[in-house]
């Protein structure tokens, strides 16, 4: 059967492939899929929210489901009022990527995103036209709320709010132009910090750079948190599920470090318990949860699957390397917001960002991409297995290939044509060195296949 969900969502470029006409054809399968019932609506800051927003109310309408339109909000706001108003969520957001893109993705009732056996029954809906519109009598009704102010109360009060004021942080915010606007700055000072914001006016343009909160684009806050002797620095994605931290000293931290830093803490202050992330996160997850007392457990890539996995075996923490944390105590989903508050936290109890990290097991996670069209990716990975098939491997996502001193993981993009090669070992050359000997592999066999 064809295709349309990716890893997050679906995603296009808006009036290419993510126009009005798919939005409502889509949005019509869902509304057939769900039957009568309430769905809540959230987008991001780009221009053409709007015009999908209205093209998806307008075909969940004629199935006669009611729509709550909550505005521009984050990802994991709308997660956490699905669960709590709605039987469903969609959110209108390409996530990290440029502004011309959008998409479409779904949240479950329980606040999760929609397992991959929903959206297959979505798929077939939507590719085999059967629609169940219903007449004019009963046909659903469009409202607003508001989306924000519950979340940044919830969010408050999964921290220690004593103790973060008392130690009068210093927080430089970088807010991409995107939704994060309308939480973190403010949960931050009402935590008692003094913030100081980057691109905090919402722009779905993205005129401060792009939204994916990589070194090279988050330039400025780096700058900035050094200019101001600040504490730390905090940047969010486009629509603020994931966080990046600078720390005192202007470092770039990778996602890799947060999750780290956090996993160890969980650990720690729960006495043990599971913690769940993908197979591409850093071997130092491993050593500080089981150093900790605590069990790890690997799935494959995306936070969907992260999440179920934590749901199942009752978890106290996960995440993915990206940046994006889920706490349990919290709800099922990455938070970005959430994530800052307790990096905060963590700083004001145990000292600086700096040092927290430094104390980490230390390795060097090198990350690359390779263009592969979508329908070479099964083919490419068949290959791969049987080329490296005497090696100690893993394939719950890709293929992942052990070494004595390090690992390579290479698996297919599940929202572009590309594949995906991580490498990871103590060192930064040996983690290189394995990075190109394993994508000059992947390159000579997809040589052979176009």
Not at 156 to 176: E, F, G, Q, S, Y
Not at 375 to 389: A, V
Request: glycine residues 10%.
């Amino acid at each position: 059967m064809k295709k349309l969900f990716g890893t997050n969502g679906v995603r296009g470029v808006v009036n290419e492939d993510m126009n009005i006409d798919f939005a409502l054809r889509l949005s019509k399968a869902i509304g057939t899929w769900l039957g009568e019932g309430t769905v809540a609506i959230g987008t991001d800051t780009r221009l053409s929210n709007h015009m999908l927003k209205s093209s998806v109310a307008s075909g969940l309408m004629a199935c006669g489901c009611d729509v709550i339109d909550i505005g521009e909000v984050p990802t994991p706001a709308l997660q956490m009022y699905t669960r709590e108003k709605a039987d469903l969520g969609i959110g209108i957001t390409a996530s990290h990527n440029p502004p011309r893109f959008n998409g479409i993705k779904c949240v479950d009732g329980d606040g999760t995103e929609l397992v991959r056996w929903k959206e297959e029954e979505i798929e077939k809906i939507y590719f085999t036209l059967e629609f169940k519109t219903v007449d004019w009598k009963s046909v659903g009704r469009l409202s607003s709320d508001d989306g924000i102010e519950s979340y940044n109360q919830a969010v408050l009060a999964n921290v220690d709010k004593d103790l973060i004021k008392k130690a009068k942080l210093k927080v430089v915010v970088d807010c991409a132009n995107g939704v994060g606007t309308y939480s973190t700055p403010a949960i931050l000072r009402e935590l008692g910090c003094r913030v100081i914001t980057l691109n905090a006016q919402p722009d779905g343009t993205f005129p401060g750079h792009e939204s994916e909160p990589t070194e090279r684009n988050l330039r400025d806050l780096i700058s900035m948190v050094k200019e101001t002797d600040a504490d730390l620095g905090i940047a969010n994605d486009g629509d603020a599920d994931r966080a990046i931290f600078i720390d005192e000293n202007g470092r770039f931290l990778h996602g890799d470090r947060t999750l780290t830093l956090v996993a160890k803490n969980e650990v720690e202050k729960h006495g043990g318990g599971t913690v769940v992330t993908p197979v591409s996160s850093s071997s130092s997850v491993k050593d500080v949860v089981e150093e900790e007392g605590g069990e790890l457990v690997y799935t494959a890539v995306g936070s969907p699957i992260v999440a179920r996995e934590m749901i199942e075996r009752k978890a106290i923490f996960g995440g993915e390397e990206n940046g994006g944390l889920i706490f349990s105590d919290h709800q099922y989903c990455r938070d970005a917001a959430m994530t800052a508050a307790k990096v905060v936290e963590l700083v004001a109890d145990k000292g600086s960002l700096s040092s927290l990290v430094d104390s980490l097991p230390q390795y060097s996670l090198d990350k690359r991409g390779l263009k592969c069209r979508n329908e070479l990716k099964e083919r490419l990975m068949e290959e791969l297995k049987s080329f490296y098939n005497e090696c100690d491997y893993d394939d719950t996502d890709g293929l992942k290939i052990y070494y004595d001193d390090g690992w390579v993981l290479i698996r297919p993009s599940g929202t572009e044509p590309k594949v995906r090669i991580y490498s990871e070992a103590k060192d930064k050359n040996r983690a290189e060195a394995l990075g190109d000997k394993h994508l000059g592999q992947v390159e000579k066999i997809l040589s052979r296949l176009i």
